[in-house]
């Protein structure tokens, strides 16, 4: 099994930034990559961006050039730095990693931004 614990939401006004955390405990050999989706109220879960264990990474079309997402291999954690925030950035942003022929989610964080 393995735990994924998010962290770093909040309020925060549009053009702001905000980073978000991900931390993965337990079984964490053979994940291969590991990455954001996000709900807001109303509407499907939508992929965010992803980064593999080689650091190749993808983002939505929505949050390119906006938000990074990184890892830390030594403290395995993956990063969303997320600037020039927008109001419909506003969500919950569930981490997830994939390992072998399964995903793991996290609990979600929320991030809220006001115009």
């Known amino acids: 099994q393995v735990q994924l614990v998010e962290s770093g939401g909040g309020l925060v006004q549009a053009g702001g930034s905000l980073r978000l955390s991900c931390a993965a405990s337990?079984?964490?050999?053979?994940?291969?990559?590991m990455g954001w989706y996000r709900q807001a109220p109303g509407k499907q879960r939508e992929l965010v961006a992803w980064?593999?264990?080689?650091?190749?990474?993808n983002y939505a079309d929505s949050v390119k050039d906006r938000f990074t997402i990184s890892r830390d291999n030594a403290k395995n954690t993956v990063y969303l730095q997320m600037n020039s925030l927008k109001p419909e950035d506003t969500a919950v942003y569930y981490c997830?990693?994939?390992?072998?022929?399964?995903?793991?989610w996290g609990q979600g964080t929320q991030v809220t931004v006001s115009s």
């Open positions: 997830y990693a994939n390992k072998l022929a399964s995903q793991y």
């Open positions: 337990g079984s964490i050999s053979d994940i291969y990559r």
């Open positions: 980064i593999t264990s080689g650091s190749r990474t």
